[in-house]
């Protein structure tokens, strides 16, 4: 398991938060090396900068092996290809739009944010910056209003990176009247020719991701890299928990701790369960019955008392009920 962080469902730092010095162009503007001469990766300031920023990925999200592994070859690829630049080893540019699988609630626009910064470091993009659509920003309603919004979406994340989350509804086959179609085709136009200045990545469920880009076989010969995002274990989810709440400066006693991994396990289980979007959903509603809880005890409260959830903080949340009542008697949720 990854080095335990914080999820993506905590609202992420934009990437521009940080200073980021404008980025060389992929190679640097050095001057070519000999046959005989030789380069340090390890030594390129820009390699230090994409180190940081995944470590500061690991640290960001806990487990998540695949993907991790995954942004680190694409980082790897592109320093490599900055080093034979410095030979004259010429190389076309690679391709870098991407595919982001998997449920939600896993870190994909962590993620997105996290390579934007590494693909800005190393040259390739001017801003490290994601701009996030879905198909309500990109499909008009009418005859001509869907190329326009689409365009202005995509001038938007000009520089920096188009994120389309839950992709596959770009396109609804079932309805011939549907405008999406327009949308595929004004990306395929601009991903070929704006290559130099835009990355597109495509996210959402792997099984409907397979589906969409069988359909449009020229959107899936320029989507290369594919990232898939697993879902997270109890224990993780757990691990997420405790991260969130030292974030907020709070913490679980022991018994809401068992009563907590115990609700982890039934909401598992339920419909519209999102992963640590949940968890942060649970905690929000634990943190609320925390909050009753003292106002209604009328006393005074030390740190301690405001720093801990309680086991009756915890069950207090509908999941348990509905455990109870069984599927007949209890609908699904983060209460």
């Known amino acids: 398991m990854e080095r335990p962080g914080r ?6 730092r934009a990437a521009a938060d940080a ?20 380069v340090d990766i390890a030594g390129d300031e820009a390699q230090a900068r994409v180190s940081a920023t995944l470590d500061r990925l690991d640290a960001e999200l806990v487990g998540l092996a695949n993907a991790k592994r995954r942004v680190r070859e694409i980082a ?15 190389t076309s540019r690679p391709t870098l739009h991407m ?7 896993t870190g994909k626009t962590t993620v997105g944010l996290r390579m934007a910064e590494i693909l800005h470091d190393l040259g390739y993009i001017r801003k490290p910056t994601v701009h996030v659509v879905t198909r309500d920003d990109l499909v008009g309603q009418f005859i001509g209003h869907t190329a326009p919004r689409t365009k202005e979406a995509i001038a938007r ?22 405008y999406g179609q327009e949308v595929i085709e004004v990306l395929l136009q601009e991903m070929e020719s704006g290559r130099d200045s835009l990355v597109v990545v495509f996210a959402g469920y792997a099984d409907r991701m397979a589906t969409f880009f069988a359909a ?10 594919h990232i898939t995002f697993e879902e997270y274990t109890a224990e993780e989810l757990g691990q997420i928990a405790e991260l969130m709440l030292a974030e907020e400066r709070f ?52 740190k301690h008392d405001l720093m801990t959830i309680t086991e009756e903080d915890v069950r207090g949340s509908s999941v348990f009920a509905a455990a109870v009542a069984g599927p007949a008697g209890g609908g699904a949720g983060d209460g």
């Open 251 to 302: 913490r679980f006693d022991d018994a809401a701790r068992a009563a907590f991994a115990e609700y982890i396990e039934k909401r598992m289980t339920q419909p519209r369960f999102s992963n640590a979007r949940s968890i942060r959903n649970a905690i929000e509603r634990s943190r609320l019955r925390q909050a009753r809880r003292l106002v209604e005890e009328g006393r005074p409260l030390t």
């Open 99 to 105: 595919s982001f699988t998997g449920p939600p609630g």
């Open 216 to 225: 449009n076989p020229g959107l899936s010969s320029r989507v290369p890299h």
């Open 76 to 90: 790897s690829l592109l320093l490599v290809d900055r080093a034979r630049r410095r030979f004259g080893l010429e």
């Open 19 to 38: 200073p980021h010095p404008d980025p060389a162009p992929p190679g640097g503007t050095e001057p070519l090396l000999g046959d005989d001469d030789t």
């Open 157 to 178: 994340a000009a520089g920096g990176i188009l994120f389309i989350d839950e992709a596959y509804y770009l396109v609804r086959p079932e309805n011939e009247r549907d």
């Open 7 to 12: 999820p993506a469902p905590v609202a992420p």
